[in-house]
């Protein structure tokens, strides 16, 4: 099982450029997350979806897009890329069917904003 | 504010004794606990969990135990091993439908040979 993949592993962009952090789980699972972790901090909830369709903002949405149209890909969508969004860009994933909700990580994607 | 509070960053520990990792939280609402292990460039996997209505919960090496009237946990890893080292984050979910999970800043586990 691959579980949750994400790409590109590393990426530096221009401020003002635009990307797309991909993210896909092989698990089935309902409910999906973007999460960012700054240096020497915790990590963020950026967006969540609780099925294809449906996405809700987070703690820290701004600056951010996503869409789900299917059960195994969530995209994150940078449309201007700004220093302050140079950080580590974790998906997540969980059955969302109970109250014991283990979230499953990617390894993450780096992006350094220039 | 900060829900979730880890105020230790860092923790050195010899091989073969114990480690205690703290974590603090401000929401009674919390119904449960989880702790994630995170390696570099690898993403945080689950750990181990605890139920608001219990006090302790054993995983082999590793036992989180829960005070609720001091709203603060503790993990203990024993007996430590060089391959424990990694960033450690409590997290709690919300109430929400989506279980949101607010994490702690993390504690950065090194364990020396």
């Known amino acids: 099982n691959a579980g949750v993949t994400q790409t590109p592993k590393f990426r530096i962009l221009k401020i003002g450029q635009s990307m797309t952090l991909q993210c896909t789980q092989d698990?089935?699972?309902?409910?999906m997350y973007w999460y960012r972790q700054d240096p020497g901090m915790g990590l963020k909830l950026i967006y969540y979806?609780?099925?294809?369709?449906?996405?809700d903002k987070g703690e820290v949405p701004n600056g951010y897009n996503v869409s789900r149209s299917t059960t195994e890909d969530f995209p994150l969508r940078l449309e201007l890329a700004a220093p302050s969004q140079t950080s580590v860009y974790f998906c997540?994933?969980?059955?969302?069917?109970?109250?014991?909700?283990?979230?499953?990580f990617g390894p993450g994607t780096r992006l350094l904003v220039l | 504010d900060q829900q979730v509070k880890q105020n230790s960053p860092s923790l050195s520990v010899q091989e073969g004794r114990i480690s205690i990792l703290n974590c603090d939280y401000t929401?009674?609402?919390?119904?449960?606990f989880l702790w994630y292990k995170k390696y570099p460039a690898e993403g945080p996997t689950f750990l181990i969990s605890?139920?608001?209505?219990?006090d302790k919960n054993e995983d082999g090496r590793f036992t989180v135990f829960l005070n609720k009237s001091a709203k603060h946990l503790s993990l203990h890893i024993v007996p430590s091993q060089p391959g424990d080292s990694a960033v450690y984050f409590c997290?709690?979910?919300?109430?929400?439908?989506?279980?949101?999970?607010?994490f702690g800043s993390g504690t950065q586990l090194t364990v020396l040979p």
């Open positions: 698990m089935n699972h309902n409910y």
């Open positions: 997290a709690a979910p919300d109430s929400g439908s989506a279980r949101q999970l607010t």
């Open positions: 997540a994933s969980s059955y969302g069917t109970g109250d014991w909700e283990t979230q499953y």
């Open positions: 929401n009674s609402m919390f119904d449960y």
């Open positions: 979806s609780v099925g294809a369709g449906i996405t």
């Open positions: 605890i139920s608001s209505i219990k």
